[in-house]
């Protein structure tokens, strides 16, 4: 089996990725950073964004664990003092895959037939480089609805927990084939309206944005912040690619979020 490590580059977690690469060559796994069946990310949640965006490109081919040097995250089942318990699990290929659903976003543009698709394990924002983003909201080829306010999120179920939550979105289970569509600020008077609520979309369903006025816009996917010019068109849709994860012990979804938003001390 071959391995990579993706490493939050501060002295813990790259003590613990020489830790790691050691243990696991002493297993006679081979470390591979250009393909590798396991990468181990190190670090915090925003370190496995890097990792996953490290290899969109074989996402098929590839699966992620993380083990978290910061606070719980919930892409990181491991703690460092776990490092050697999980460098058995995975020399032993003890592990089960888990595959959650990814956000498509596809960029057109008005002066040329090339457009741009990303894929976000978390979110993608839309904002105005003006003061108000105005798009209408096209699902499934008729207007929804014309939005004014400060930006939109389009969320995958994983990454509702994130940015998405921040904004009052529902959270989703990362098993659901959907993704979220979340307000930012948006103006609501006698004269604009918008529905105000989270939209949760399903797979066979997909939201596009079409510019009313401005034509550039700044837009996210994860940590990775891109503007775009002349802007015809941005869409949203579930990926027909999914993420993978090693899975080498239980720790339930609903169980994170409660040892992340709720005391995880609070007794009965």
Request: proline letters at 3%.
């Given at each position: 089996?071959?391995?990579?490590?993706q490493?939050?580059?501060?002295?813990?977690?790259?003590e613990?990725?020489?830790?790691?690469?050691g243990?696991?060559?002493d297993?006679?796994?081979?470390l591979?950073?250009?393909k590798?069946?396991?990468?181990l990310s190190?670090?915090?949640?925003?370190?496995?964004?890097?990792?996953?965006?490290?290899y969109?490109h074989?996402?098929?081919?590839v699966?992620?664990v993380?083990?978290?040097t910061g606070h719980l995250g919930?892409?990181?089942d491991?703690?460092p003092?776990?490092i050697?318990?999980?460098?058995i699990?995975?020399?032993k290929g003890?592990?089960?895959i888990?595959?959650?659903?990814?956000?498509e976003?596809?960029?057109n543009?008005?002066?040329?037939?090339?457009?741009?698709t990303?894929?976000?394990?978390?979110e993608s924002?839309v904002?105005?480089?003006e003061?108000t983003l105005v798009?209408?909201?096209?699902?499934?080829?008729r207007?929804?609805?014309?939005?004014?306010?400060?930006?939109?999120?389009?969320s995958t179920?994983?990454?509702?927990?994130a940015?998405?939550?921040?904004?009052?979105?529902a959270?989703?289970?990362?098993?659901?084939?959907?993704?979220?569509l979340?307000?930012?600020?948006s103006?609501?008077?006698?004269?604009?309206?918008?529905?105000?609520?989270?939209?949760?979309?399903?797979s066979?369903?997909?939201c596009?944005?079409k510019?009313?006025?401005?034509e550039d816009?700044?837009v996210t996917?994860?940590h990775?912040q891109?503007?775009h010019?002349?802007?015809?068109?941005?869409?949203?849709?579930?990926?027909n690619?999914?993420?993978?994860?090693?899975?080498?012990k239980?720790?339930p979804f609903?169980?994170?979020?409660h040892?992340?938003?709720?005391?995880?001390?609070?007794?009965d």
């Amino acid at each position: 089996m071959k391995f990579a490590v993706q490493s939050r580059n501060d002295p813990q977690s790259n003590e613990l990725m020489e830790r790691a690469i050691g243990y696991l060559t002493d297993f006679g796994l081979e470390l591979d950073e250009e393909k590798p069946d396991i990468v181990l990310s190190i670090g915090g949640d925003g370190t496995l964004l890097h990792a996953f965006h490290r290899y969109t490109h074989m996402l098929s081919e590839v699966a992620f664990v993380g083990i978290h040097t910061g606070h719980l995250g919930f892409y990181a089942d491991w703690q460092p003092n776990d490092i050697e318990k999980l460098v058995i699990s995975i020399a032993k290929g003890e592990y089960r895959i888990s595959e959650y659903p990814l956000l498509e976003v596809t960029v057109n543009y008005r002066d040329s037939e090339e457009s741009f698709t990303y894929l976000a394990l978390n979110e993608s924002t839309v904002k105005s480089s003006e003061v108000t983003l105005v798009m209408d909201v096209v699902l499934n080829g008729r207007r929804f609805e014309r939005f004014r306010g400060d930006g939109l999120c389009v969320s995958t179920p994983s990454g509702s927990t994130a940015y998405n939550k921040a904004l009052g979105g529902a959270i989703l289970h990362p098993s659901l084939e959907a993704l979220q569509l979340t307000e930012m600020a948006s103006i609501n008077n006698r004269v604009f309206r918008t529905v105000g609520s989270s939209l949760v979309l399903p797979s066979h369903h997909h939201c596009l944005l079409k510019p009313v006025k401005a034509e550039d816009f700044m837009v996210t996917v994860d940590h990775v912040q891109l503007l775009h010019k002349n802007v015809k068109s941005i869409e949203y849709r579930v990926a027909n690619e999914k993420v993978r994860f090693a899975r080498y012990k239980a720790f339930p979804f609903w169980q994170r979020v409660h040892d992340s938003f709720i005391d995880s001390d609070l007794k009965d």
